[in-house]
């Protein structure tokens, strides 16, 4: 049997694509390595807690009959209804410099106060950056050539400041190059994080997880899980010959076309098993960025009121592999439980993200292979004791002694110390969960915006399409889908 | 079936896709000569699907150079009206 389609990989966007394919009426097959669904995003229960891996916070979010968002788009095309999500709106959010705060929520008049307040100069600027966004021409799937978004936003935006603590959150959330990011991707993101705003559902990642299986199942796509693709072959163009794993058996899967979420180079390593490796001029645009992650799931919610937390210790941001295992200049810090209203929330975790160099992970896990020691995980452990060290430094500077936060630094020490259990990943955990060369959470340096690769019948979508995040994801699959799947008639 | 109730028919079927299309859109007073498009939030993506719909559920195939005749619900009948089976 012939496939019509074969989706690699059960990422948001592999999912997308799958349903969508699905949906059409085509035959097709989904295939995963992992014996669960979601890639990056996925979540494992200890301790009769469902504990979120990869997601924090979807972006995009709206209310119901507001129907501009890109989320809206992508429930409407996968036939998933707003309901279903049970989205919690986070209460506020802050970019955190030395020298100035930006609270945001998903009430756009308050970032318009902010600016107005504390760089009043520049609020007709900060206008113009909205208008400037909200008509920034889309290129998905027309192509498009990198352009530099810090190069482009002091036409805009006049004080550096400022400057940095825009385009820190926004590389922060979806950039694969350093210090700087695509400027299309940063027009879609500026959108997506500060104009349409942050959200989570009520019972995180898992629900999206699992109202996407059921979509799969209805619409007929054959999930096929424990599956990871090890070659692709080309059968004269008419169809492509997927070589599949499945435990110690190897399985063959036909298909007309194939769609792959699994990234640009790691795709490309299936397809040219002949090529040489590090031949390629291709090796120059792996991905640099990758992230350890913490989490500690306390006994008792931390008390503290924004949802995300993006900190630079410097008024000048940092975004790029750095020197060391980890950098401590900056980072992402999450509390679930400060979505929605107070006290809704339930998970009692905090989690905290920070720059990480997959190189020298690499080569502790190696190295932890070979000679049975315990560098890898002693590495863990005193990177994870300098994450704790970070989230208390925070707290502390933002003299939570005084005003409104009176007391909460003893609470985050007291809750710190009552941790239930703690979990902290790296690149390299990334890297072998994935399979994403070099742990690159956002994939390669060069997009495929069209979603064509070398061969006719093989697409991509996801990370290296252009689009990210979970909701950029899912919209990326279903764009692909759309236009070389769904679009054209029966076959 | 006459050709009247036959009209009725192709219209009420291309409404029925539209409500599954969108579910959150209210269809009770949509006019047939505006384009839909400036009634109902649906963009390219949702003319793809109902296309789609018209291939599995009537086996109606409308290629590409003619979605701009599906523009107004009166255009979608009177394009689709010969293409129903009688
Ligand atoms: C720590 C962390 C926090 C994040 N936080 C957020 C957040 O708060 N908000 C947000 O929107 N986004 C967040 N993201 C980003 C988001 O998770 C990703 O952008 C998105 O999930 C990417 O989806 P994808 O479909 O492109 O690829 P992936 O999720 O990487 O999926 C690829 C899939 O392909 C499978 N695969 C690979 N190779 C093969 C093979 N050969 N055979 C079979 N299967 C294969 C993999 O197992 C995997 O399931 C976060 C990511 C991380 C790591």
Same mark, same amino acid.
């Given at each position: 049997m012939i496939f019509d389609l074969a989706v690699i990989g059960a990422g948001m966007s592999g999912l997308a694509a799958a349903i969508r394919g699905a949906m059409s009426g085509k035959k097709v097959v989904l295939l995963e390595r992992h014996t669960r669904i979601g890639g990056l995003n996925s979540y494992y229960f200890r301790q009769g807690q469902t504990i979120d891996v990869g997601l924090h916070a979807l972006t995009n979010f709206y209310q119901p009959r507001q129907?501009?968002?890109?989320?809206?788009?992508?429930?409407?095309?996968?036939?998933?209804?707003?309901?279903?999500?049970q989205l919690l709106p986070h209460r506020s959010s802050v970019v955190s410099f030395p020298d100035q705060e930006l609270v945001f929520s998903n009430q756009r008049e308050q970032l318009l106060t902010e600016i107005a307040q504390k760089f009043p100069a520049e609020i007709d600027n900060f206008m113009r950056l909205i208008e400037w966004a909200k008509e920034y021409p889309l290129s998905a799937l027309s192509g498009g050539e990198y352009k530099s978004a810090r190069a482009f936003l002091p036409s805009i935006i006049k004080d550096r400041l400022l400057q940095e603590m825009l385009l820190f959150p926004i590389m922060f959330y979806g950039s694969s190059w350093? $210090? /700087?990011?695509? %400027?299309?991707?940063?027009?879609?993101?500026?959108?997506?994080?500060?104009?349409?705003?942050?959200?989570?559902?009520?019972?995180?990642?898992?629900?999206?997880?699992?109202? &996407?299986?059921?979509?799969?199942?209805?619409e007929?796509?054959?999930?096929?899980?424990?599956?990871?693709?090890?070659?692709? =072959?080309? =059968? @004269?163009?008419?169809? %492509?010959? %997927? @070589?599949?794993?499945?435990?110690?058996?190897?399985?063959?899967?036909?298909?007309? @076309?194939?769609?792959?979420?699994?990234?640009?180079?790691?795709? /490309?390593? &299936?397809?040219? +098993?002949?090529k040489v490796k590090g031949m390629s001029d291709e090796v120059n645009i792996a991905g640099k960025i990758s992230f350890t992650e913490a989490i500690w799931c306390c006994r008792r919610t931390p008390a503290w009121q924004h949802a995300v937390v993006f900190f630079s210790k410097n008024n000048q941001s940092y975004y790029r592999? !750095?020197?060391? &295992?980890?950098?401590?200049?900056?980072?992402?810090?999450?509390?679930? /439980?400060?979505?929605?209203? +107070?006290?809704?929330?339930?998970?009692?975790?905090?989690?905290?993200?920070? &720059?990480?160099?997959? $190189?020298?992970?690499?080569?502790?896990?190696?190295?932890?292979?070979?000679?049975?020691?315990?560098?890898?995980?002693?590495?863990?452990?005193?990177?994870?004791?300098?994450?704790?060290?970070?989230?208390?430094?925070?707290f502390l500077r933002q003299r939570l002694d005084q005003g409104p936060y009176q007391g909460l630094n003893q609470g985050i020490d007291s809750v710190l110390g009552e941790v239930i259990f703690r979990d902290f990943y790296t !690149?390299?955990?990334?890297?072998?969960?994935?399979?994403?060369?070099? *742990?690159?959470?956002?994939?390669?340096? @060069? +997009?495929?915006?069209?979603?064509?690769?070398?061969? !006719?019948?093989?697409?991509?979508?996801?990370? /290296?399409? *252009?689009?990210?995040?979970?909701? *950029?994801?899912? %919209?990326?699959?279903?764009?692909?889908?759309n236009q070389y799947i769904v679009a054209e008639s029966a076959l | 079936m006459l050709n009247k109730e036959k009209v009725v028919h192709v219209r009420q079927a291309i409404v029925d896709i539209i409500a599954d299309i969108a579910p959150d859109e209210n269809l009770g007073d949509i006019r047939d000569d505006v384009a839909l498009r400036e009634q109902l939030e649906l963009d390219s993506m949702d003319f793809l699907d109902i296309v789609m719909e018209l291939r599995?559920?009537?086996?109606?195939?409308?290629?590409?150079?003619?979605y701009p005749r599906l523009a107004t619900l009166s255009g979608c009948v009177e394009y689709l009206f010969p293409k129903f089976p009688a």
């Open positions: 129907s501009t968002s890109p989320l809206f788009r992508v429930l409407r095309q996968l036939r998933i209804s707003y309901e279903e999500l350093e $210090d /700087d990011i695509d %400027l299309e991707q940063f027009a879609i993101l500026f959108k997506s994080i500060f104009l349409e705003g942050l959200s989570r559902p009520k019972g995180g990642v898992r629900v999206i997880l699992q109202i &996407l299986q059921q979509r799969l199942y209805e007929g796509c054959e999930l096929r899980l424990g599956r990871e693709v090890v070659e692709v =072959v080309d =059968v @004269k163009d008419v169809s %492509l010959l %997927l @070589k599949v794993r499945v435990g110690a058996q190897t399985e063959e899967v036909f298909a007309r @076309k194939v769609i792959s979420c699994a990234g640009y180079l790691e795709t /490309d390593a &299936l397809f040219s +098993k002949e592999r !750095p020197p060391g &295992l980890i950098d401590t200049n900056s980072g992402l810090i999450c509390f679930p /439980d400060n979505f929605g209203e +107070k006290n809704e929330g339930s998970e009692r975790t905090v989690r905290l993200s920070l &720059l990480a160099n997959f $190189d020298l992970w690499h080569q502790l896990a190696q190295s932890s292979q070979s000679s049975q020691t315990m560098e890898y995980q002693e590495a863990k452990q005193q990177c994870e004791a300098m994450s704790v060290a970070l989230l208390r430094d925070y !690149p390299w955990s990334i890297h072998r969960y994935t399979g994403r060369v070099g *742990g690159a959470v956002y994939g390669c340096q @060069k +997009k495929f915006r069209d979603g064509r690769t070398t061969h !006719p019948n093989l697409y991509l979508c996801g990370t /290296d399409h *252009g689009l990210l995040g979970v909701v *950029g994801a899912l %919209l990326s699959g279903i764009t692909v889908a | 599995k559920k009537h086996k109606i195939e409308v290629p590409p150079e003619d």
